[in-house]
C-alpha cells in the first residue's frame, strides 16, 4: 500500500528577540536568520515514518514564503522528504493565516490533481505567528476531515487514518476518512537529525516555484480588503517587572513576611 503524504513547514525566525515596526505594523525582519519552525520538525518526522512503514509511499513537503523558504524545503528533504514545492506569493501575508490557508489550500489542490494525496500533516502552530489554525483552516478550504492536536497515527490505509487527538481530560480516537489534514503535537515523536545521504539529496534536488497564478489566483485575492481576518498591529510585550525581593534575619521571618504579602495581594 502506497501513499502519497504532504507535510507543510514554514520558515520562522530562529530567535524571539525580534524588533517590532510598530508604526508600520510589522517585525523587523532585516538581519534575521531562519529556520524550519520547531513545531513542524514533528510533522515530518511522522511523516517519513509513516513513509517508512509503508513502502512506495512519497512525502512532499510545501511551504509559502519568500527566498529562506528553500533552505526549510531542502532541510525537509535532508531529513527524508521525497520532493518539494515551494510557493512563492508576495501578495500574501504569511502572518494572516487566511490568506496563508487559501494559498496553501489551492497549491494542494495541485498536488492532488497531478498525485493524489491521501493525508497533509501539519505542526501545532508555527512559532511566530502562533495562532495554530491553519491546519483546520485548510481543510475547510478542501472540504476535507480534519484533526488537531494529533499524538499518535494508530493506523492508516489508503481509505482512512485512525488517530489520538489529546484533549483536556485524555485523548480522543477518531477515524478519519482521506484525503485529511491532520495538526500535530510534540509527543507524537522525537524528530531525526538530517542524514548525510540526505543532504546530499536536498542538495541536487530540484524544487518548482510555483507563483499565484500557477494555483489559479491572482494578486487581488490577497487584497485586505477580502480577508475577513485584520491584523491591526504587532507590539512587543509590556517588560517584565522587577522581582521582589524578601529581606529577613531567619527563614522564619521571610515565610511570614511572604505570606503577608500574599495575603494583601489576595493571592491565598
Not at 16 to 31: L, Q, Y
Not at 113 to 141: C, R, Y
Amino acid at each position: 500500500m502506497s501513499l502519497h503524504i504532504v507535510v507543510c513547514v514554514k520558515s520562522t525566525p530562529t530567535t524571539v528577540n525580534v524588533s517590532i515596526d510598530e508604526s508600520a505594523g510589522k517585525i523587523k525582519t532585516a538581519g534575521l536568520s531562519y529556520a524550519m519552525n520547531p513545531f513542524d520538525e514533528y510533522a515530518v518526522e511522522e511523516a517519513i515514518r509513516i513513509k517508512e512503514k509503508n513502502p512506495g509511499s512519497t512525502v512532499t513537503a510545501l511551504s509559502l514564503g519568500p527566498e529562506h523558504v528553500e533552505a526549510v524545503l531542502r532541510e525537509a528533504i535532508a531529513r527524508g522528504c521525497d520532493k518539494a514545492v515551494w510557493l512563492n506569493i508576495p501578495e500574501c501575508d504569511t502572518h494572516n493565516s487566511y490568506g496563508t490557508s487559501h494559498a496553501l489550500a489551492q497549491a494542494l489542490k495541485k498536488i492532488h490533481a497531478e498525485t493524489p494525496v491521501h493525508l497533509v500533516l501539519f505542526g501545532k502552530n508555527a512559532s511566530d505567528g502562533n495562532a495554530g489554525v491553519t491546519a483546520a483552516q485548510i481543510a475547510g478550504w478542501l472540504n476535507w476531515p480534519a484533526a488537531i492536536s494529533v499524538k499518535k497515527i494508530d493506523s492508516i490505509n489508503s481509505a482512512e487514518a485512525v488517530v489520538w487527538r489529546a484533549v483536556e481530560n485524555g485523548v480522543d480516537v477518531l477515524k478519519l476518512k482521506l484525503p485529511a489534514c491532520v495538526g500535530t503535537i510534540k509527543e507524537i515523536n522525537e524528530p531525526r537529525l538530517p542524514s548525510l545521504k540526505g543532504k546530499m539529496a536536498s542538495k541536487k534536488a530540484v524544487i518548482p516555484k510555483w507563483t499565484a497564478q500557477d494555483i489559479g489566483l491572482k494578486a487581488e485575492d490577497f487584497s485586505s480588503t477580502l480577508e475577513p481576518l485584520k491584523i491591526e498591529k504587532f507590539s512587543a510585550p509590556p517588560p517584565r517587572p522587577a522581582g521582589l525581593k524578601i529581606e529577613g534575619s531567619s527563614a522564619a521571618e521571610k515565610a511570614k513576611k511572604l505570606v503577608d504579602i500574599l495575603i494583601e495581594r489576595k493571592l491565598v
